[in-house]
C-alpha cells in the first residue's frame, strides 16, 4: 500500500512539473472601435503560455501567436468578440480570454456618367469634417496613389454638426437658408466632370445612428444632368 502511494505522488509530481506556470491569457487590440474593412490587429500579452488559439469572429481560428483580422466591408454596426486561449508546456493548465470591439458601416460614394453610361463606385479613405467662413462641411475624400484625387464636399448652414432630418439642396454654396445644403464634387480625372458643379435636384438625410452622423442620399443631379450621385457616408 506504501508503494502504491509512493508511486501515485511520484506520477503527479511529474505531471504538475511537465506543466510548467499556469497559462495567463492576455491580448490587447490597437483600437477599440473599428470601421468596417480595417484590419483589427491583436497583441499576445500572455504569460507562461506555449500554444495559443484565437477564435475570430467569423469562427475560424489562427494558432498564431499574434493574430489581424480584417473586418468585411459590407459589416453594419456590431459588436465583434475575440477569444485567445493559451495553454501552458505539456498543455495540461490553459486559460482564455474575450475581448469585444465596436464596429460602425463603412463610407461610399458613386458617380454615374449617363451620357457614356460609367458609373464608379469610391470607398473614402477618409471622411473627415470642416469648416469655412460660411458653412459647415463634411469631407469624404478618396486618392488613387500617383494618379488623381476625388473629394466630395457636403455643406450645411452654419453650426458645430448638421441636425438629424431631411435637407433640401439648392444651387449656392452661401447663405444656406435651414434645413438645404449644397453638394460638390471635384477630381482631377478627364471622366470626371470640372471642378465644383451645383447639385440642384434632390434630398439628403442625415441620421445620428449610435451617436455617428450618417449621410446618404441617391440619384443627385447635376446641372447640367449629365452626371448624377449617391452616397453612404458615415462620420466616425
Known amino acids: ?89 505539456g498543455r495540461c493548465i490553459r486559460d482564455s480570454k474575450t475581448i469585444s470591439v465596436n464596429v460602425i458601416p463603412s463610407s461610399w460614394w458613386i458617380w454615374t456618367n449617363q451620357s457614356i453610361s460609367v458609373s464608379q463606385t469610391f470607398v473614402p479613405h477618409s471622411v473627415t469634417a470642416g469648416s469655412d467662413v460660411n458653412n459647415y462641411w463634411i469631407y469624404a475624400a478618396y486618392a488613387r496613389p500617383y494618379v488623381t484625387y476625388y473629394d466630395l464636399g457636403i455643406g450645411f448652414p452654419p453650426g458645430s454638426m448638421p441636425a438629424a432630418g431631411n435637407y433640401t439642396l439648392q444651387s449656392s454654396k452661401t447663405g444656406l437658408l435651414p434645413f438645404t445644403a449644397f453638394v460638390n464634387l471635384s477630381g482631377g480625372d478627364i471622366e470626371l466632370p470640372p471642378s465644383s458643379f451645383d447639385f440642384v435636384t434632390g434630398i439628403i438625410q442625415v441620421e445620428y445612428v449610435n451617436g455617428k452622423l450618417h449621410l446618404f442620399f441617391t440619384d443627385i443631379y447635376t446641372n447640367p444632368t449629365t452626371f448624377k450621385l449617391s452616397a453612404d457616408i458615415y462620420k466616425p
Open 1 to 89: 500500500m506504501k508503494n502504491a502511494s509512493l508511486i501515485i505522488f511520484t506520477f503527479l509530481l511529474l505531471f504538475l512539473s511537465a506543466c510548467e506556470k499556469k497559462a495567463d491569457a492576455d491580448f490587447s487590440t490597437d483600437k477599440t472601435e473599428y470601421v468596417a474593412g480595417e484590419t483589427v490587429k491583436l497583441t499576445n500579452t500572455s504569460k507562461s503560455g506555449s500554444s495559443f488559439v484565437w477564435i475570430m469572429p467569423n469562427g475560424e481560428d489562427e494558432t498564431t501567436k499574434n493574430a489581424e483580422y480584417q473586418i468585411p466591408f459590407n459589416q453594419g454596426f456590431d459588436e465583434l468578440s475575440f477569444n485567445l486561449t493559451v495553454k501552458s508546456k
